[in-house]
């Protein structure tokens, strides 16, 4: 690809977008005690100040997906791009927690909006021989943005303030949204209908469940809101399910799980970002809370963690070339389960940061190993034109996980532990690492259940098989229709 092409613009736009997107996952993990001490409240609104946004995320990215095939890809990204940006302003000027949650869910939606649609627009723009470099790329920016958030959001609250780490997202929107309008090619998809019903349905089925985990230790498990978000909200998924069978337009199509390497990736990712999210969000605090660091420190003190997919994830494509992605991201797994165990099994309110160090950068590996050839597997596992409504699906999966993290780990550490003390904190996060370990350990089974043909192969097996059906089809359903 030569320097000004048209994919390396569409590589550096959508992968700017999206790691600011994915940022604001966990950037604000490091701030929370800043923000605990500047606007009050209790554990659990700081979780719903990183619920809000992935919550909102989850549910409406198979949404942002659909407006993109209908109303056109690069309309549907510069929109979420300028409410992302607008609604990063609104959370940095946040008077209180309750603004401040407000704001996070609007920024959720604008993240929801262009995260599906940019990996199609970059998959429009590169090359087919080039898209497997291009993809690892693109969820090696990702992976990194999710990793480094910690650092960012500690370095930004020591030197500045907590509200910047919202506020830096502004001129850059700034900067992206022209170039998205001029750079990227429009384009829509094969399918124009939108389903609102299953929209409506699995958002507050998700809802319902998040809000009854995070509820559950504070008005007690058999307490009415409770039982009505856990039974409400499992009925409503279910009817979702049950709607998207006979949609004519699903917002999920179900029958991509019948390919092997889709169902596990995706019960890959959810599993892996439940296990992750939730972990990082405690371990962050417990840096800061029990021993006694800056943000700053603390994000530092975490480089191993967060720093290391930059090393590996070049490693990591060479080795999914050579063993396969499913083989790499297995080992990457595994590795994030032992480093997660590890912690578990060391943590104590003195325990030196030498005995910390190995598990943070088993993690740290793991992380690298499992992002950088996901996105690869996950694209080769569908049909060309299946390919946004595949990206949305894993997107919204891994947020619907990362939501679930840190609602279930934190559940079991407070179930076990609190605030009260150093004492009491380790005796919550223990237990809580413990089962972020197990459920990465469970992903690790599940990637295993995808085909062992090597991610590129099953790529281009699947392209070739789908330009024969687009030859057949190409006057019915062309796969996208380029506007100017």
């Known amino acids: 690809m030569r320097r000004g092409s048209p994919a390396i613009w569409a590589f550096v736009i959508t992968s700017t977008a999206g790691f600011m997107a994915a940022l604001d996952n966990l950037v604000v993990t490091t701030a929370l005690t800043a923000i605990r001490q500047h606007l009050g409240g209790g554990i659990s609104d700081l979780e719903w100040t990183v619920n809000a946004y992935t919550l909102s995320y989850a549910v409406l990215l198979l949404l942002g997906a659909a407006l993109g095939d209908r109303l056109g890809r690069r309309r549907i990204f510069t929109i979420g791009l300028g409410v992302f940006t607008l609604a990063s302003l609104a959370a940095a000027l946040a008077p209180n927690i309750d603004a401040l949650v407000a704001a996070r869910a609007v920024q959720g939606v604008g993240a929801a909006l262009l995260t599906p649609v940019s990996l199609t627009l970059l998959t429009a723009a590169v090359p087919a021989a080039n898209r497997g470099m291009a993809f690892g790329a693109w969820g090696a920016v990702n992976g990194m943005a999710v990793a480094m958030g910690p650092l960012i959001g500690g370095t930004v ?189 060391v943590v104590s309110t003195h325990v030196s940061y030498a005995a910390q160090a190995p598990a943070l950068v088993l993690s740290g590996v793991g992380m690298a190993l499992f992002f950088a050839p996901v996105a690869t597997l996950l694209m080769g596992s569908v049909r060309p034109q299946e390919q946004g409504v595949a990206s949305g699906t894993n997107s919204a999966l891994r947020e619907v996980g990362g939501a679930l993290g840190v609602a279930v780990l934190t559940a079991v550490f407070t179930a076990h532990g609190s605030y009260s003390s150093a004492q009491h904190y380790v005796d919550g996060l223990a237990p809580a690492l413990w089962v972020g370990a197990s459920v990465i350990g469970v992903a690790t089974l599940a990637i295993l259940l995808a085909p062992r043909r090597d991610a590129a192969d099953a790529a281009g097996a699947v392209m070739a098989d789908s330009a024969a059906a687009g030859a057949r089809d190409a006057e019915a359903e062309p796969l996208a229709q380029p506007t100017a």
């Open 157 to 345: 609250v020591e030197h500045l303030s907590w509200q910047w780490i919202f506020a830096l997202n502004v001129p850059f929107g700034l900067i992206l949204l022209p170039l998205a309008r001029l750079r990227l090619t429009e384009s829509v998809g094969p399918n124009g209908r939108l389903d609102i019903p299953g929209t409506a349905l699995a958002s507050t089925g998700f809802f319902g469940i998040v809000y009854a985990v995070i509820r559950g230790n504070d008005d007690g498990w058999t307490s009415g809101p409770v039982l009505a978000g856990l039974i409400g909200g499992t009925v409503l998924l279910l009817a979702f399910l049950a709607w998207e069978r006979r949609s004519p337009a699903p917002l999920l199509p179900l029958r991509l799980f019948r390919s092997r390497a889709f169902s596990a990736v995706n019960a890959a990712t959810v599993l892996m970002s439940l296990g992750m999210f939730g972990s990082i969000f405690l371990l962050s605090q417990f840096l800061q809370a029990v021993q006694g660091f800056s943000p700053m420190e603390a994000g530092v003190r975490m480089l191993p963690w967060t720093g290391m997919p930059m090393l590996v994830a070049p490693l990591a494509g060479l080795l999914a070339g050579r063993i396969g992605g499913r083989n790499v991201i297995a080992a990457g797994l595994a590795l994030q389960a032992a480093g997660l165990g590890w912690f578990a099994a």
